[in-house]
T-cell receptor, first 112, second 114 residues
Framework: KQEVTQIPAALSVPEGENLVLNCSFT??????LQWFRQDPGKGLTSLLL?????REQTSGRLNASLDKSSGRSTLYIAASQPGDSATYLC???????????FGTGTKLQVIP | GAGVSQSPSNKVTEKGKDVELRCDPI?????LYWYRQSLGQGLEFLIY????????KSGLPSDRFSAERTGGSVSTLTIQRTQQEDSAVYLC????????????FGPGTRLTVL
């Protein structure tokens, strides 16, 4: 069974801190991995997508890394801001399957 | 341009009633997903449509759940004889094609079964 785990489930940090969110997956034969953010009462917004052949992707203050051999991805957020407060989910797609497996998310609170 | 829209945004129904949830994907997007997000749970895949191909229904939890996509555009998810455990947020996502593989999500429909 393909499982995706995110730890911690919740994280609270003061504004300005750099932070790392973790995503682990059991089956390393992934096609790609995607990070989303979800704001309360809203759908998901794609942040970064890493193909299996890539090791990292960057967008602004966000950097996502992928280590297939260890079954891990991290999302690094630099200089956190209150507007970064949201739930962050990672999602893994496996080759040959259109189904995407989501983690349960990390709820981030950035305190002003 | 318009994103993915879903209606209704909230639905409260009584146990045993049927409900129909609607998803309007982004125009031109060939693929469409339905997911369910229960309180404290991750997103659970329900069904996937790709063009004119037969849908992947492997995530539907029971035969009370069905979905269709008419004309390759609008999709409806129908839940018959609703149960309290069906209470969740139902999310729809569309995707242009798998070369980009970025899903665009709607705001969801919050279903409450009393």
């Amino acid at each position: 069974k393909q499982e995706v785990t995110q730890i911690p489930a919740a994280l609270s940090v003061p504004e300005g801190e750099n932070l790392v969110l973790n995503c682990s997956f059991t089956d390393s034969a992934i096609y790609n991995l995607q990070w989303f953010r979800q704001d309360p009462g809203k759908g998901l917004t794609s942040l970064l997508l890493i193909q299996s052949s890539q090791r990292e992707q960057t967008s602004g203050r966000l950097n996502a890394s992928l280590d297939k051999s260890s079954g891990r991805s991290t999302l690094y957020i630099a200089a956190s801001q209150p507007g970064d407060s949201a739930t962050y989910l990672c999602a893994v797609r496996y080759g040959g399957y259109q189904k995407v497996t989501f983690g349960t998310g990390t709820k981030l609170q950035v305190i002003p | 341009g318009a994103g993915v829209s879903q209606s209704p945004s909230n639905k409260v129904t009584e146990k045993g009633k049927d409900v129909e949830l609607r998803c309007d994907p982004i125009s031109g997007h060939t693929a469409l997903y339905w997911y369910r997000q229960s309180l404290g749970q991750g997103l659970e895949f329900l069904i996937y449509f790709q063009g004119n191909s037969a849908p992947d229904k492997s995530g539907l939890p029971s035969d009370r759940f069905s979905a269709e996509r008419t004309g390759g555009s609008v999709s409806t998810l129908t839940i018959q004889r609703t149960q309290q455990e069906d209470s969740a947020v139902y999310l729809c996502a569309s995707l242009l094609d798998h070369s980009t593989d970025t899903q665009y999500f709607g705001p969801g429909t919050r279903l409450t079964v009393l």
